[in-house]
């Protein structure tokens, strides 16, 4: 008996897909307000790393997640003073991760985006921690309190800012 | 084999997509011999044009809007309280005539012994205003991106530097843009001394944005809260005695229990940067004893340091470019130094003068003497060079603030108070298309001729 685990119903994995502006606007637009809006608070928020989970858990296909991760990465790191691909990595293994989850559990409901949010954040941070002083010979240091709290508040925006992105989906 | 392909698909492609991503990480970390630390290779750079210099032109746009409604607003704000603000800037400049009067008198001592050690220094001669228009978009990384490229004579490693004190130094130029590392990113460093005491350190950023001095500066020695950092110079990048910022704390290093670390409070705010200067030429200027003034006579030294009516000797030659010779001329200081407002200033000036930069290039000339190194009190303040060495600021139309050779004028136009030598008063002509920052004795046309 071959049996998988799968925490969603059969309505809930429905691979949602997306208008071609949709797909590249919105990337577009995160990256942009990041480096645009300079709002010490927002510095902590991180657009990009938002809409590259939205966009993996709502297609649930790894392939396109991950490759919308390693893009957006791309080009945020086009921005930061950085070898270019640190974020690129951090953000397709993100994609990709997220693409798997979607697929096994409810990622609609608000309080499992927050968790997922949440804990992609911890991931992304430590991808990008052991990129930056294994592969380029950073000097970061891990900060704790200051990890959690980025994790917290991404956590919260992303079920705000999912929310709102879900009117995007294209319904068959 | 098919199927194994096919069965994991999806965990090769990451594999694929990551080989990639690492490799090409690894040809920029492993830079070509000679190469420089910030640079990378050209694969990846193109990547960072493309993007810089596809975004720059909407986010000039959004912020070219942003402040146009946002002068409109302040323009009719400030109507409002300009009449208390001009009674309260009249007694302002009150009181800066008196304290130049002073600072004057440091400063041409200080004048008289760089003569006798044959000092040498570097002094800025042309900047560029530049207006942020994007940051990084992380904490990991403190970049700002600026509006102006090569185009406008940025080259990298330049330093940045607000009236308020130093920003960073570019670190990538583009065409139409560039990114400038901030002086808190924990990759940047500049070379600094604490006023008071005179201590030399390294001031660098932490992962959390602060400045920090973690190195050169032993555990015995005592540092107070409150005493001002400004660049040593010694990093050839930022110019000597701009101001950094000012001591919040010293505790002991934790790794190293000789060492302090000295917790700073930049001077410039950091995170509300919107005008900046970006330092484009520097000069080496030398008080060669050749050039320098005979000894003055204390008859001079006296007539200079009290109040008198101003001499003015028709027959007086004109030096070119009114340069004088070592020691400012004792008898040049009753007439008011000019700082000229622009009015007919281009775009880029306006924002200059917007940040309070048009104070900034003209070290060593009347009002902008003092404003050019805000943080430069005592000693600092003394190297401020003579106006023989430091012509006239100007605009160009590029918006670079250049210095030119001044032209002295025949007679003063304003005598404002002929008991304060020195005395400054703020002109605005009806089209002067400078920052213009004139030295007094100039101004007036008094110069001495050297004896």
Do not use: C
Not at chain 1, 106 to 119: E, I, K, Y
Not at chain 2, 209 to 228: H, N
Request: aromatic letters at 6%.
């Amino acid at each position: 008996m071959n049996a998988s685990v799968s925490l969603t119903s059969r309505e809930e994995i429905e691979v949602h897909r997306f208008s071609w502006p949709v797909s590249i606007g919105i990337p577009v637009l995160a990256i942009f307000l990041q480096v645009f809006l300079r709002v010490r608070f927002l510095a902590v928020l991180d657009l990009p790393l938002l809409v590259t989970i939205f966009f993996a858990v709502a297609r649930r296909r790894p392939i396109p997640g991950m490759i919308t991760g390693a893009l957006i990465g791309t080009l945020q790191d086009a921005w930061t003073g950085h070898p270019i691909g640190v974020f690129g990595i951090a953000k397709t293994i993100v994609g990709y991760l997220g693409s798997s989850l979607g697929v096994k559990v409810d990622v609609d409901n608000p309080g499992s985006r927050f968790l997922m949010t949440f804990a992609f954040v911890l991931i992304h941070r430590f991808v990008y921690m052991a990129i930056s002083l294994q592969l380029v010979g950073g000097s970061e240091a891990w900060i704790w309190s200051h990890t959690l709290l980025s994790a917290l508040v991404n956590g919260l925006a992303a079920v705000v800012l999912f929310a709102a992105l879900d009117k995007f989906k294209l319904r068959n | 084999m098919e199927n194994f392909f096919t069965r994991y698909k999806n965990p090769l492609a990451l594999m694929a997509v990551l080989f990639i991503q690492v490799v090409a990480l690894a040809t920029q970390v492993k830079r070509p011999e000679g190469a420089k630390p910030g640079s990378t290779g050209s694969g990846t750079r193109l990547i960072r044009v493309w993007t810089v210099t596809a975004f720059t032109p909407v986010e000039k746009m959004f912020v070219s809007t942003g402040r146009f409604f946002r002068d409109g607003w302040h323009n009719y704000a400030d109507l409002r309280g300009a009449r208390k603000q001009n009674t309260e800037l009249q007694e302002e400049v009150a009181r800066l005539q008196l304290e130049q009067v002073r600072l004057k008198q440091d400063a041409d001592q200080a004048r008289r012994l760089q003569v006798l050690l044959d000092f040498k220094e570097k002094f800025i001669t042309k900047t560029v205003a530049a207006q942020v228009i994007a940051t990084s978009g992380t904490e990991q990384s403190r970049l700002i991106t600026i509006d102006k490229g090569s185009k406008a004579g940025i080259k990298t490693d330049m330093a940045v530097i607000t009236p308020d004190g130093i920003v960073g130094k570019v670190k990538d130029v583009y065409s139409l843009s560039s990114q400038v590392l901030l002086i808190n990113d924990h990759d940047s460093g500049a070379g600094v001394i604490l006023e008071n005491s005179r201590l030399q350190g390294i001031v660098k950023g932490t992962p959390l944005g602060e400045l920090q001095i973690t190195e050169g500066i032993m555990s015995d020695e005592k540092v107070e809260a409150g005493e001002r950092v400004i660049t040593s110079g010694g990093d050839r990048i930022y110019p000597k005695g701009y101001p950094v910022g000012t001591v919040i704390g010293a505790t002991a290093d934790r790794d190293s229990e000789s060492f302090l670390v000295i917790k700073i409070k930049p001077s410039a705010d950091l995170n509300r940067l919107e005008e900046v200067l970006v330092i484009t030429e520097m000069s080496d200027n030398s008080h060669s004893a050749s050039a320098g003034p005979e000894p003055m006579r204390a008859a001079d030294i006296l007539s200079q340091r009290l109040p008198s009516i101003p001499k003015i000797d028709p027959n007086a030659p004109k030096t070119p470019g009114g340069a004088q010779t070592g020691v400012a001329a004792p008898k040049a200081s009753p007439t008011p130094a000019k700082v000229n407002k622009p009015v007919n200033a281009g775009t880029e000036q306006k924002a200059a003068s917007a940040s309070g930069s048009a104070k900034l290039p003209g070290p060593g000339s009347g009002t902008a003497q003092t404003a050019a190194a805000p943080g430069k009190t005592g000693a600092d303040a003394k190297k401020q060079p003579s106006s023989a060495q430091t012509p006239t600021a100007q605009t160009s139309a590029a918006g670079s603030t250049e210095t030119t050779p001044p032209k002295p004028k025949p007679t003063p136009k304003k005598v404002k108070t002929p008991a304060a030598p020195d005395s400054t008063t703020l002109d605005k002509p009806a089209s002067a298309p400078t920052a213009t920052a004139t030295p007094a004795n100039q101004t007036a046309g008094q110069e001495k001729p050297p004896r």
